[in-house]
């Protein structure tokens, strides 16, 4: 990138060509030092050997992590978050304390919380109290790590709540105000753009909030040049109006993952 916005690859959308632990080496090969992951395992709580070698994969490659999304169920798949679930509360809670403890090895600190689908049959204030409080919980466990809990709208599925920044940035000022200062929005700017947000407005006005940036073109969620969306102007925006943070790079490359980067040397 030409400017000073730092890369992040997302390895759980690039690089799946190849093994998951074999993907922060070519992120690395392909000349970036950070990468994340959406949550990389199966369970909330996965075993000591598992989480060992996620981490030494990491290591291993010499890239830094950035990003880690919490547990969020079946992903891509039937849930896209638990954090609203009341009868995943335990799971959730469980996960908190796996994610701090990858947190502690890796340095990590930006840990995307994925809202979760309405419920059929849960009342949506109940959904509504259920994410706060395991925000709250996971925002004070983080904290002493210097994490951040990230709330993204996201889009393709018309029964999750958080839609555009306003949604998330309503649901991280509860956040903020039950106590939990490390909340922040997620500004996917992908996702935005499919749910019809103003996305240039949300970067002019909130760009100094984000706790990080994710891109993807739209339509189509490939490398950027692949859609319309104006990404080199909305991440120049997004500096000028004060984002110092990683740009994750989460998009599906519509080439082999090595050769999705081009973009880069005019953006
Ligand atoms: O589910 C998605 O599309 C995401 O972006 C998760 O981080």
């Not at 959308?13 to 090969?29: I, V």
């Not at 999304?69 to 335990?90: I, T």
């Not at 958080?162 to 996917?188: H, P, S």
Request: with cysteine; proline share 7%; net charge negative.
């Amino acid at each position: 990138m030409s400017h000073a916005l730092r890369p992040t690859v997302n390895c759980s959308l690039l690089f799946t060509e190849l093994p998951l632990h074999a993907r922060p080496a070519a992120a690395r090969a392909a000349g970036f030092e950070a990468v994340e992951f959406w949550w990389p395992f199966a369970d909330p709580v996965p075993g000591d050997a598992e989480t060992e070698a996620f981490i030494t994969a990491i290591d291993d490659a010499g890239v830094r992590l950035t990003g880690l999304n919490f547990f969020a169920g079946e992903l891509p798949g039937p849930d896209r978050g638990v954090l609203s679930h009341p009868a995943r509360v335990q799971e959730f809670r469980d996960n908190i304390d796996a994610v701090a403890g990858i947190a502690r090895r890796t340095g990590c600190t930006g840990f995307n919380a994925l809202y979760g689908r309405r419920q059929d049959g849960t009342d949506p204030a109940e959904q509504d109290r259920v994410a706060l409080e395991n925000t709250v919980a996971a925002a004070r466990a983080l904290a002493p790590l210097g994490g951040t809990v990230l709330i993204e709208p996201i889009s393709g599925a018309d029964d999750y709540p958080l839609k555009t920044a306003a949604d998330a940035l309503a649901f991280v000022a509860r956040a903020r105000a039950a106590g939990a200062a490390n909340v922040a929005l997620l500004a996917d700017l992908y996702h935005l753009a499919v749910n019809g947000d103003d996305v240039a407005a949300v970067v002019r006005d909130h760009a100094a909030q984000f706790g990080h940036i994710q891109i993807a073109d739209a339509p189509g969620r490939g490398e950027p040049g692949t859609g319309a969306l104006p990404i080199g102007a909305l991440l120049a925006a997004a500096r000028d109006g004060g984002y110092t943070g990683h740009i994750g790079l989460e998009y599906a490359p519509t080439v082999p993952s090595a050769d999705s980067f081009g973009w880069l040397k005019t953006t």
